[in-house]
């Protein structure tokens, strides 16, 4: 008689709870790694925002742009004009655009995020218009470090 190689069912059960013990470890692993890329993106784009305001304001500041009133501390009145662009001073055509597009938050999905003028509470959560302060995530989440995305 001849025996037939193989594995015995002891064999592949051993074998199938291994992969199951390393697969449930991964997971978790994974996850963690989706969840940091998607804090890295919002922090991308709050900065990315965050440059632009300070560049318009910088630019009305020295009066190369047709900046808003003097109430606005120089600060552009919405997130759009940072997109559609500001003439330039002098210049019937030419205007200077401060972002390609606005951001999308990689938590909420969309291209919304929370506005602050000079006049709000710096942890406010409604905007009292006129000029665009600051930007923060409308996201409920908390990030890996405790700190709330509202107030990155």
Do not use: C
Not at 19 to 24: D, T, Y
Not at 59 to 87: C, M, R, T
Not at 116 to 142: F, I, K
């Amino acid at each position: 008689m001849s025996r037939q190689g193989g594995f015995t069912l002891l064999e592949l059960v051993v074998t199938a709870t291994v992969l199951l013990i390393l697969a449930s470890a991964t997971v978790p692993l994974a996850r963690n790694g989706f969840k940091r890329q998607q804090e890295l993106e919002l922090r991308r784009s709050l900065r990315e925002i965050r440059m632009a305001i300070d560049e318009y304001k910088k630019q009305a500041e020295q009066q190369k742009i047709k900046a808003p009133p003097v109430d606005a501390n120089f600060y552009p009145e919405s997130l759009e004009i940072l997109v559609e662009g500001v003439a330039v001073t002098g210049s019937t055509s030419r205007r200077v655009k401060f972002l390609r597009r606005i951001p999308v938050d990689s938590f909420t999905g969309k291209a919304e995020w929370g506005m602050r003028n000079t006049s709000d509470d710096a942890n406010s959560t409604s905007w009292g218009g006129g000029h665009v302060y600051d930007v923060y995530s409308l996201s409920q989440g908390t990030g890996m470090n405790g700190i709330p995305y509202r107030e990155w």
